[in-house]
């Protein structure tokens, strides 16, 4: 997914970690607040940064980030928590992708990872 809006896990007290998600202005890049409303919401100017995609590290390990829903836990269990995802099927079985989970999506299911990557739609 790539839907441009402000991470859920940006919010300052989302989860127990030293700082939030960053938020960053509409140009994706200059970091704002934590406490700026999301650019989806009327009136609100943070979203997210370009930087929070997916990189590779070599032909058997990427790092990257995700939306997620784990069950028996809840948001501030999973916000900012990493996780080790292997690939089993196509060309690249076999290859670990790390991802850190930055947001939540309402239509996500139990053990369920939305991974974020420009072009890969909304939601």
Not at 58 to 78: H, P
Not at 96 to 111: A, K, M, P, S, Y
């Amino acid at each position: 997914y790539w839907d441009c809006c402000k991470a859920s896990c940006g919010w300052p007290n989302k989860a127990s970690v030293s700082s939030p998600v960053q938020t960053c202005a509409a140009d994706s890049t200059t970091p704002v607040d934590a406490n700026t409303p999301s650019g989806c919401d009327s009136g609100g100017t943070g979203y997210m940064c370009s930087n929070q995609q997916v990189w590779n590290v070599s032909s058997t390990l990427s790092y990257g980030y995700a939306a997620a829903r784990i069950a028996g836990q809840g948001e501030s269990d999973w916000c900012c928590a990493c996780y080790s995802l292997i690939f089993t099927s196509t060309s690249i079985t076999g290859k670990e992708l790390i991802v850190q989970v930055t947001n939540t999506g309402g239509d996500l299911h139990d053990n369920q990872f939305d991974l974020a990557m420009p072009g890969g739609g909304v939601g």
